[in-house]
């Protein structure tokens, strides 16, 4: 993760009082304020490398340099954020000079939607173990989750207007009222989910990082607790710490240890132990015990360390295991069911280590760019191809992209979308047998997709000119733990991205597409999961997940075969399974902060009926639908009317007159093909449809709830949610689409998965100008003819004709 240079946030003042209010009415032309407040790139890099300074100073050499926030709708005088320090209108105060207030932002080095540091991180810990009562309760801590404390979105727009270059006033819009100028940005906090060893209890706590870097001033190093609650009947994720226990626990246990002797393994070495979440099927998996189910499996080989475990299977072993003692609390051998034979296609390492031979014939393809990347990034924040947006990481949901704009020339930063990310996970299994009917597992909810991932330093999973993003979270104990290269970003070439040849001429033009990718993996157990993110130059962004890993397999007796699944080897199965996806979108198309002016309109194609309007019988064209509460939007995809919906703003429109948008167009889908009355819909109603709209709201942030492992309540979180059937006309719109992929495994996705690609894609109507792509590619296009003619195979005539048709 990029270094951060240590930096204050300072707002200069004039020596003289502040202005009153009315010589600041909101009346004026802000319009010249705003041209006031823009500051250079220059000087925002000079600011960066100055000494903080908190006092209040003008600028004698370049004059006064106006910083003023004009928008009551943004931060209220009456109503500012805690921690937000500003400069506020005095009745009593003397009349301002003609260019008005001196404000000068000093770049603070950590923005407000940058993910916890290393530092942070540490505090956070330090804060809440010393708030324990006991030194009992203070041992007993274990850190599920810690993760940045999001601010409210008027504290980003404030930071992005005033603190960080560019410096951006123009983006909060004018309003009555007096002005609230920012001195500098509220702490950052931290929210930490801490399961207690000693009492079975989930807390959730909010410490404020008031005093990270105190020690290195001489000062403690603590934060502040704003708040901590217990939150009762429930369980939180599994910890890795947890399922090393798990496995250590089960191979210890004399009576499995006799189970797996039966089936004639003696080393336990070979031993693999899963633990998985019981999920809730009966009261027994209340969350008043902290629980797993394992899966066993058993390798061949002791002595290699690629040996493919998953290809051996153990059933008729059922275990439950207590998390919190680490004991076994059930133990039944209930059927002696024999070890697969071992598999010689096993396993799926390079093809000498297996006595076989690797292809020869690909040749070396070299991804060159000479000149560089065409992105730029400062921390988190990325600008790429007029595209700009900030870059998060979270535990549970893996990458985030925040704050998206495009930079639409004259028309300046049009915003898109405040938050991007994949925020749940299901995989249900079709087998009615033990132990595949419990195999529901959520992957972010019950695991976390982020405390999965893993480096993406080795290997193949990126090629060109790569910029890596570390992470940072914390263990199970609070020690801080780093993934060095994460998250991924770097440019494609994607192919043709528009053509045309006259065939009256015979010239032709074509341009290439390049795209930008940014990316993590996870593996979670036996199943990696890629999840990407394109940015395209012609406004489009396209999310994709890439299935590959491992199947989890069943056993089978001599002579058995189930109708549930894939016989892949013998003695071998996969069971169909599939795979579901929930990506939360909250959208802010064309809206400045503030601003909730979106709307979700469905649209399908209709046939004509036959009649005087359509004699030849050919005719179809595109309903629009506004969605206008949400129980209205619960909506599922249909691939017969080309069914998408487009998020658009109430106001805004393109040179038309057309409302601009952006629109959501489903990749292949399915629903859930477990019945109605299925035990999975308990914590899984959102599977039930494909599309689900909401009015934002702080905190409705996962589809099933904070807390979906063992949560014995029906229906809690997304479908709890749209029951309160808010107003969608023009509100602030959260997108929750889920898509998934119905898995019947074939031969060949053993012994490892070929890659399975599932999506989306969010395509502008009327954001991003018509004439965007042309005008960059123009660019390459002389570029290129121009060594033509230095090369003779073009003359300048027929090159200025070219030209000349453009």
Not at 72 to 90: E, H, R, Y
Not at 632 to 656: E, K, S, Y
Request: overall charge neutral; hydrophobic content about 40%.
């Amino acid at each position: 993760m990029a270094s951060h240079t240590k930096q204050a946030a300072v707002c200069c003042a004039p020596t003289s009082p502040p202005p009153s209010s009315s010589a600041l009415n909101p009346q004026k032309d802000y319009q010249s304020a705003d041209k006031q407040a823009l500051i250079s790139r220059e000087t925002a890099s000079a600011l960066v490398n100055a000494t903080p300074d908190w006092s209040m100073t003008t600028s004698a050499k370049e004059g006064p340099i106006a910083i003023v926030n004009p928008s009551v709708a943004i931060v209220k005088p009456d109503g500012v954020s805690p921690g937000l320090a500003i400069l506020q209108s005095d009745a009593g105060a003397a009349k301002p000079s003609s260019k008005g207030i001196v404000s000068v932002p000093f770049p603070q080095s950590i923005h407000p939607l940058d993910p916890l540091t290393p530092a942070e991180i540490a505090v956070a810990v330090a804060t809440v173990r010393a708030a324990g009562a006991t030194p009992e309760v203070r041992d007993g801590m274990r850190f599920v989750e810690i993760v940045l404390n999001e601010p409210d979105k008027h504290i980003i727009a404030l930071a992005d207007a005033y603190f960080f270059p560019p410096f951006q006033p123009s983006i909060l819009h004018s309003g009555k009222g007096g002005p609230v100028i920012p001195k500098q940005l509220p702490p950052r906090q931290a929210k930490l989910i801490v399961y207690n060893k000693l009492t079975n209890e989930t807390s959730v706590w909010i410490v404020e990082l008031t005093e990270v870097y105190a020690a290195a001033r001489g000062g403690h190093h603590r934060g502040k607790v704003i708040s901590s609650e217990v939150i009762s009947d429930v369980q939180p994720a599994i910890d890795a710490m947890e399922y090393a226990g798990c496995e250590a626990t089960v191979k210890a246990f004399p009576p499995f240890v006799d189970a797996m002797k039966r089936r004639g393994v003696n080393d336990m070495e070979l031993v693999m132990v899963d633990a998985w979440c019981v999920g809730y099927y009966k009261e027994e998996d209340a969350p008043s015990r902290r629980l797993a189910r394992p899966l066993i499996f058993c390798r061949t080989e002791s002595d290699c360390p690629m040996e493919n475990g998953y290809a051996r299977p153990v059933e008729g072993i059922n275990v439950l295991v207590d998390l919190q003692h680490m004991k076994i609390i059930e133990f039944e051998d209930s059927k002696l069911i024999p070890l697969p034979p071992p598999d010689p296609l096993r396993n799926y390492t390079a093809a000498e280590t297996r006595g076989g031979v690797d292809r020869s014939d690909v040749k070396p393809l070299h991804i060159i760019q000479s000149e560089g990347p065409s992105f730029r990034v400062n921390g988190f924040a990325v600008e790429w191809q007029k595209w700009n947006f900030r870059i998060g990481f979270t535990p549970r949901e893996g990458l985030v992209i925040y704050s998206v704009a495009y930079n639409d020339g004259s028309l300046g930063r049009r915003s898109i979308a405040h938050r991007l990310s994949f925020v749940e996970m299901v995989v249900p299994y079709g087998d009615p047998k033990e132990p595949h009917y419990r195999k529901n597992a959520f992957d972010a909810g019950e695991d976390g997709l982020g405390k999965n991932a893993h480096s993406l330093k080795r290997g193949c999973d990126c090629l060109g000119h790569i910029k890596y993003f570390d992470v940072h979270f914390t263990n199970f104990t609070g020690g801080v733990e780093t993934i060095e290269n994460c998250v991924c970003l770097h440019e494609e070439d994607f192919g043709v991205l528009w053509k045309h040849q006259d065939w009256r001429t015979g010239l032709s033009e074509v341009r290439r597409s390049r795209r930008l990718v940014i990316s993590f993996f996870c593996t979670v157990a036996n199943y990696e999961y890629g999840f990407f993110w394109y940015f395209y130059q012609d406004g489009k962004i396209e999310a994709e997940v890439k299935l590959t890993g491992i199947l989890s397999l069943g056993a089978l007796r001599p002579g058995e075969v189930r109708k549930h699944g894939t016989v892949i080897a013998p003695g071998l199965y996969a069971p169909v399974h599939q795979h579901f996806f929930v990506a939360r979108l909250n959208m802010a198309v064309d809206c400045r902060p503030g601003e909730a002016l979106n709307q979700v309109v469905e649209v399908d194609v209709k046939v004509e009926e036959p009649g005087p309007s359509n004699v030849h019988n050919n005719a179809f064209y595109a309903e629009e639908r506004i969605l206008q509460s949400e129980l209205q939007a619960v909506r599922d995809c249909n691939p017969l009317t080309a069914r998408h919906w487009i998020v658009r703003n109430t106001r805004t429109v393109n040179r038309t007159g057309q409302l601009t948008g952006y629109k959501l167009v489903p990749g292949s889908n399915c629903l859930p093909l477990a019945g109605p009355d299925a035990k999975l819909f308990r914590r899984a109603e959102f599977l039930r449809h494909n599309l689900w709209v909401t009015q934002y709201k702080s905190g409705e942030r996962f589809p099933a709830g904070e807390f979906p492992n063992q949560n014995p309540r029906t229906g809690e979180g997304l479908a709890s949610w749209v029951s309160q059937d808010r107003k969608l006309e023009e509100a602030d719109i959260v997108l929750w689409y889920v898509f998934g992929v119905t898995h019947v495994p074939r031969l060949e996705d053993w012994p490892v998965m070929p890659v399975e690609r599932i999506g989306f894609m969010l395509m502008c109507l009327s954001i991003v100008s018509p004439m965007g792509s042309l005008i960059v590619h123009l660019l390459w296009t002389c570029h290129q003819m121009l060594k033509l003619i230095a090369n003779g195979q073009m003359g300048q005539r027929q090159a200025c004709r070219v030209l000349h048709m453009h």
